[in-house]
Nanobody, 118 residues
Framework: QVQLVESGGGLAQPGGSLRLSCVASGINVSVKTMGWYRQAPGKQRESVARISEGGSPGYADSVKGRFTISRDNAKNTVYLQMNSLKPEDTAVYFC????????????WGQGTQVTVSS
């Protein structure tokens, strides 16, 4: 059974940083596309970043240059380093795992809240 557990969310000031972690069990993150999504209140869930099996990253335009996705295969964990945070980054962040760039046969984590406010 696949399980994805996110952590690292919390309250940050504008311009601050947070690092989210997604620990996977039941799958090997090195052979999956892993991604981060977010959902703000009243809005649809949107893609933030993803990293392919081969290690190629992709980012939403809104986070390019500020967020970095990475993967530690030994720890079976995916990270999202978020710098220069803005209030509009406030959302619940979810981890997703799947096969191929478009996440076939996907699994989701339960989410972690990120709030950016002064």
């Amino acid at each position: 059974q696949v399980q994805l557990v996110e952590s690292g969310g919390g309250l940050a000031q504008p311009g601050g940083s947070l690092r989210l972690s997604c620990v996977a069990s039941g799958i090997n993150v090195s052979v999956k596309t892993m991604g981060w999504y977010r959902q703000a209140p009243g809005k649809q869930r949107e893609s933030v970043a993803r990293i392919s099996e081969g290690g190629s990253p992709g980012y939403a335009d809104s986070v390019k240059g500020r967020f970095t996705i990475s993967r530690d295969n030994a720890k079976n964990t995916v990270y999202l380093q978020m710098n220069s945070l803005k209030p509009e980054d406030t959302a619940v962040y979810f981890c997703r795992a799947g096969r191929g760039w478009y996440f076939a046969a996907d699994s989701w984590g339960q989410g972690t809240q990120v709030t950016v406010s002064s």
